[in-house]
């Protein structure tokens, strides 16, 4: 009988402690509202949470400097690959990291959230602004006065990888604009090759894409969003590719697979439109063709012309609910601005950094000998002085790219259009976005 | 009669401090990782979010059958159900007849070795099914395959073949263990009634039709239940076919739906979907019981 009270009373605390922390979903409280960022008392330890590989190195250099600001990192799979939802699991129990990875297509998503500490009122923050590429910090801002959300931390300026001794080869001159590559990608296709593979799962990339041709999915002011997957640039983009798709001028396998890195090292695929990091994805998926690669700008829809996309890049931001937000965000601005925590970042992660004066960092300035011993940063820091700076993401990308996916997936079987895809993911969007009652214009 | 409760009753209260200590470890567990949840899970289910402004900070709200709504309407969820039915009205009975074949094998006389064939039929279960999933993507790819002269001509990753190819997956798993189910059950058939078989002139296959069967029905029903739940439930096996395969879309199984929809986050939807999942799975299981248990009577 005393056992079993006890017992009973026992569960009934368990569950009570359970359900309390069940429903106290985040704190109320918020010290990032502008004018309080006080540093704490006595030695501090904050979590960070990153998935780039080796950021435990420039982390290491930190806590060596800083003995009563202490970082412990934790490391997980990439955002929309889990870490997102663990954020915002987290979030939703209050207990978030301090500090966490963040894309920047990610970031209103984790903003509409109310994942974000304003971090604008502390020290060094907001004038920290000239140091970085333009875009990145209004990214950040969201554009509004004396509001910081992270730190920009790295970009992923957009370039043409390609197989430099192939076009020798076969005689092809390098596409400088997208009529250029389509007639290439025909005589490609004759040698046996592709001259590219359609990545149905990238949407990002495929966003990189409409970057460039001046196209913008969302665009958001005081009352709501604007969805915008269907515009003109976004059209010509998406039949571009699908007929490049219709005619078997480029591969369809499913990114990230070792079926598509045997396709690279095997030749098959001549180039790949991608970001500054990819310069890793193909060293190390296509060691045989070491040496035969380069790196041109992204064909252009004007001849002449030179604008880029951007495909990636991240953030650090200090996430809700931190107790510490103060050393969050100087930690925050350290890693992304230092030069030796950017050069340590690079070293294992390849990073291309956010700051106008990481680019000149000297490991920039050096030819890649997998690229032939081509200085590549410098098409990429080009690149990256040609990206609109205005483009804006929407507040639910990881179900954007979902959606869209899903469709390509089937164009690229032969089940739709690449801009059915989009059409479908456009109301798909809108649909997410009031049920997730976000205003939305229509 | 009577006396007997009494005496039954008596004696629960006599033990009922030994009962708690017993039940304890579970009940605790139960409740926290099972009842919790679920209860969690439904509470989630009727609450809906309101927000002003376009980042103003969300409010839960309680919504009532909103998210319900909201899941009828979902057309890729229904869609995924549909898939999965469709999945487990050829996988399960292909599944089962072949557990049930192999069964009979290991329990026949007249085969040798049976204590290695009946651990060999079962090592797949004991693979992760994750690992399983990974080494069948590879099996299955064009150009990776040891087999590419098959794969490289018929496309087992493509729109039309990838859910019979994660079937056959999910049946290299499983089978060895719903194989050993029905197994164990022939092992308690008991021996008199093959003894009076005999003596009547029947043959092995004879008593495999006309005792072994009849007498394994019950393990048949459980395990085709087992097997209904896991249909519904498929999300390891395709989740990773995502890497192999264009076609296996984040809407592809229920429980993918579920978890890209929890990803958005939509949290109240995806357990209103959980929710609405649990109920189809517990109507359907509860009708092949009633069904089969009808049909056994008879």
């Known amino acids: 009988m005393a056992i079993s009270r006890v017992a009973r009373v026992g569960a009934i605390a368990a569950i009570s402690a359970l359900a309390l922390t069940a429903c106290s979903t985040g704190g109320t409280d918020a010290p990032g509202a502008s004018g309080d960022c006080a540093p704490s008392d006595g030695p501090v330890t904050l979590t960070f949470t990153s998935w780039l590989p080796g950021v435990e190195e420039a982390v290491a250099i930190w806590n060596e400097e800083n003995p009563d600001i202490q970082v412990e990192v934790q490391t997980g799979p990439n955002g929309n690959g889990g870490t997102y939802q663990n954020f915002f699991n987290q979030l939703a129990a209050g207990n978030a990291p301090d500090l966490g990875q963040i894309e920047f297509d990610a970031m209103p998503n984790f903003r509409v959230q109310d994942g974000l500490e304003n971090i604008a009122a502390c020290e060094g923050i907001l004038e920290a602004e000239d140091q970085f590429v333009g875009w990145t910090w209004s990214q ?18 957009m370039a043409m990888f390609y197989r430099a001794d192939l076009f020798e080869a076969a005689g092809i001159p390098v596409p400088t604009t997208w009529e250029e590559y389509e007639a290439a990608a025909a005589q490609i296709r004759e040698q046996g090759g592709y001259i590219n593979n359609f990545s149905q799962s990238d949407i990002n990339a495929f966003a990189g894409l409409v970057w460039q041709a001046g196209g913008e999915w969302f665009s958001n002011d005081a009352d709501g969003w604007t969805v915008d997957m269907t515009g003109a640039e976004t059209t010509q983009v998406a039949e571009y590719w699908q007929g490049l798709i219709d005619n078997d001028l480029v591969a369809v396998y499913p990114p990230w697979t070792d079926e598509w890195n045997a396709a690279y090292n095997s030749s098959e695929l001549w180039t790949w439109v991608s970001a500054v990091w990819g310069a890793n994805t193909i060293a190390s998926g296509a060691p045989d063709t070491a040496g035969n690669w380069a790196v041109a700008p992204m064909p252009q829809w004007e001849a002449g012309a030179s604008a880029a996309g951007n495909w990636g890049g991240s953030t650090t931001a200090v996430l809700k609910g931190s107790d510490h937000p103060y050393e969050a965000a100087q930690f925050a601005l350290w890693l992304n601005t230092d030069a030796d925590a950017l050069t340590a970042m690079n070293r294992t992660a390849n990073i291309y950094p956010a700051t106008i004066a990481g680019a000149q960092l000297p490991v920039f300035g050096e030819g890649v000998e997998f690229y032939g011993g081509q200085k590549i940063y410098e098409v990429f820091a080009e690149a990256g002085n040609n990206v609109d700076p205005n483009f804006t993401w929407g507040p639910t990308m990881t179900q954007v790219y979902n959606d869209v996916a899903d469709g390509f997936s089937g164009a690229v079987s032969g089940n739709g259009t690449l801009l059915d895809a989009l059409t479908a993911g456009q109301d798909a969007t809108i649909a997410a976005l009031k049920a997730a009652s976000i205003p939305v214009k229509e | 009669m009577a006396r007997d409760t009494v005496v039954k009753a008596s004696k629960g209260v006599r033990h009922r401090g030994a009962l708690a200590v017993f039940l304890l470890p579970f009940g605790v567990l139960f409740v926290l990782f099972y009842l919790v949840p679920v209860l969690y899970a439904i509470y989630q289910s009727l609450l809906t979010v309101e927000r002003e402004g376009t980042f103003g900070p969300a409010v839960q709200v309680f919504g009532g059958l909103t998210q319900y709504i909201a899941v009828f309407q979902n057309g890729p969820f229904w869609e995924s159900i549909g898939r999965v039915l469709l999945f487990g009205v050829v996988q399960v009975p292909i599944m089962l007849g072949v557990a049930l074949v192999l069964a009979l094998l290991l329990d026949s006389p007249l085969i040798r070795g049976s204590k290695f064939f009946r651990l060999a039929f079962f090592a797949p279960y004991a693979v992760p099914s994750v690992i399983a999933a990974i080494m069948w993507g590879f099996l299955y790819s064009p150009n990776l395959s040891p087999f590419t002269a098959v794969t490289s001509n018929i496309d087992l990753l493509s729109a ?75 999300l390891t096996e395709p989740q990773v076919f995502q890497s192999f395969s264009n076609a296996v879309t984040s809407t592809f199984t229920p429980n993918l739906t579920i978890y890209s929809t929890a990803s958005v986050p939509n949290i109240s939807l995806a357990a209103a979907m959980s929710v609405v999942l649990a109920l189809t799975t517990f109507a359907l299981s509860f009708t092949v019981l009633k069904f089969t248990q009808r049909r056994t009577a008879e």
Not at chain 1, 141 to 156: H, M, S
Not at chain 2, 187 to 203: C, F
Not at chain 2, 226 to 232: K, P, V
């Open chain 2, 160 to 234: 039309d073949a990838v859910l019979w190819s994660i079937a056959n997956v999910v049946t290299w798993v499983y089978v060895g263990y719903n194989m050993l189910i029905i197994y164990s059950a022939l092992l308690s058939i008991p021996q008199e009634i093959y003894e009076a078989a005999r003596i009547d002139g029947a043959g092995q296959l004879r008593i495999a039709w006309s005792i072994k069967i009849p007498l394994v029905v019950p393990a048949l029903v459980l395990t085709g239940i087992f097997s209904i739940i896991g249909t519904l439930q498929l």
């Open chain 1, 140 to 157: 950040v801002t969201f554009g509004e006065e004396n509001a910081v959300y992270a730190i920009p931390q790295d970009t992923g300026p």
